[in-house]
């Protein structure tokens, strides 16, 4: 029974006791205690009608009363449940204003719940993750999403006053009893520290990989050495034979001028024969990290004389050599043997490469902050599609198949200068001729001072 059911009740036994009182007010007094009983009655079927009409309103209201506390039980369980969860929890309004925000997103975003809300989540992202993020959200309300079905996106959040963090992004739909939607449901997780962890992964796999790659490359340079340096080795082995055969049977039948020449056809084989090894030896790469890079007080212009000197001599004057030198300074820091290294290479590429007769040129200039050396010869060139690539191991110009030669040299060359923190270009043009110019800073950082490297010298390091 309702309250509606109870006033039309009441309404109907006023109407019946109104009948009995004009009837009592009719009738003779006789006649009153009949009307006396037949009132008494209606009296007491009112009330029993009221009775049961009271008794279904209490049990209404006792079914009101337990439907409103499961309502607050309900309630507290669902701001307990908002509360607990371990990520960030927002309720927003369909534009992205913030209406509700759990601890865990106050920690995310370094911000007091009451100050969160009423802001818009948007605030928080990058400027050049806007636009995605308002469509999303345009997706997301034109779309009919179902419960938390959408997808999860990475987005980057700008927390107040702490670093940006990497947040995966869920959003579900709220909507009210007609289904139309009134706002979004957010569950955010930072998941900045296992993209490191996973970065870090990635960088050790890289890592790994390049290991592989370079162990390959590396087994791969040394079968291509031992094949390329046996068939390199045959020539001068071949001119050392034929030479000292020559001079086993002629010798006491020829001039000394003719015994030289072979005597130095001899010399020149194993000088060759020695650079070969050299080169094979530095290119390993334990040979060249022994190298090191060990600056110390060089005087440049001695040492650039004294490499000429050794030059000529291995040229035995085939070729015109001239030297520019041009210093303010006498004494800078180098590392003497990566220095020897860059010029010999450099130096025993322009007289092969160029014909004999022809002038090389080697210019030296220094700065504030280093030296400049350029070798200038006018021989063969190199074919501009070969120029990116002479740099790399066994790496030979199409124009250089008569030419003997392992492809090595350079490749030391650009490790040297490397090590040296220099940097070597080159300008080149097909029999024209070419120009490797080498730019060597002055290294800092040498402990001892020219006296005391000075005094433990040897005669040669001091020609350096
Ligand atoms: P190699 O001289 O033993 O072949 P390098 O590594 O010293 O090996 O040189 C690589 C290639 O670069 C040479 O094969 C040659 O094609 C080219 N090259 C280097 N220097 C010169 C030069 N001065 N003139 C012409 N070509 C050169």
């Known amino acids: 029974m309702n309250l509606d059911d109870l006033a039309l009740q009441i309404q109907n036994i006023r109407k019946r006791v109104g009948i009995l009182q004009s009837k009592s007010e009719q009738q003779k007094v006789e006649q009153n205690i009949e009307l006396v009983t037949a009132v008494f009655e209606e009296v007491y079927l009112a009330l029993e009608g009221l009775q049961i009409a009271n008794e279904n309103l209490q049990q209404q209201n006792k079914e009101l009363s337990d439907a409103q506390q499961a309502l607050v039980v309900e309630h507290q369980r669902y701001q307990e449940l908002f509360e607990e969860v371990p990520d960030a929890y927002l309720v927003t309004d369909t534009q992205g204003i913030i209406q509700e925000a759990n601890s865990a997103a106050s920690t995310l975003f370094n911000i007091s719940k009451s100050l969160l809300v009423g802001k818009l989540l948007e605030n928080f992202t990058f ?5 995605t993020f308002h469509l ?4 997301l309300r034109e779309r009919q999403i179902p419960e938390w079905k959408t997808q999860e996106w990475e987005v980057y959040l700008r927390p107040h006053e702490k670093t940006p963090i990497i947040v995966a992004v869920k959003v579900a739909a709220v909507r009210n009893q007609q289904g139309e939607l009134v706002g979004l449901r957010w569950l955010l997780r930072d998941i900045s520290e296992s993209k490191r962890i996973q970065a870090k992964l990635e960088w050790a796999e890289e890592a790994m990989r390049q290991a592989l790659a370079k162990e390959r490359q590396l087994s791969e340079l040394k079968s291509r050495l031992l094949t390329t340096t046996s068939h390199e080795f045959r020539t001068p082995l071949a001119a050392i034979h034929s030479s000292a055969e020559l001079l086993e049977y002629y010798r006491h039948r020829w001039t000394e001028e003719r015994q030289n020449t072979h005597l130095r056809r001899i010399q020149k084989s194993v000088m060759h024969m020695t650079q070969l090894l050299d080169d094979v030896l530095v290119l390993s790469q ?6 090191g890079f060990n600056p110390r007080p060089l005087n440049l212009a001695e040492f650039c004389q004294y490499l000429l000197k050794q030059l000529k001599q291995y040229d035995g004057s085939q070729h015109t050599i001239t030297f520019s030198y041009e210093s303010q300074s006498t004494q800078a820091n180098f590392d003497a043997q990566l220095l020897r290294q860059i010029l010999n290479n450099l130096f025993s590429n322009s007289l092969k490469y160029s014909p004999i007769g022809s002038q090389i040129n080697f ?8 030296a400049i050396f350029e070798i200038q010869d006018f021989g063969i060139g190199i ?3 070969d120029i990116k690539h002479i740099f790399e191991p066994f790496h030979r110009a199409t124009n250089t198949s008569n030419i003997p030669g392992l492809g090595l040299g350079l490749s030391i060359v650009k490790k040297a200068v490397d090590l040296h923190g220099g940097e070597i270009t080159v300008k080149s043009a097909i029999n024209v001729g070419t120009t490797f110019r080498v730019i060597v800073p002055f290294a800092s950082n040498v402990h001892n001072t020219y006296a005391e490297v000075r005094e ?7 020609q350096e």
Do not use: Q, R, Y
């Open 136 to 139: 999303k959200l345009i997706h």
């Open 286 to 291: 334990d040979e060249m990290s022994k190298l």
């Open 127 to 131: 400027e050049k993750e806007l636009i």
């Open 383 to 385: 074919p501009s599609a």
């Open 363 to 370: 210019f030296v200039t220094t700065t504030n902050d280093g």
């Open 456 to 462: 433990n010298l040897t005669t040669e390091d001091v």
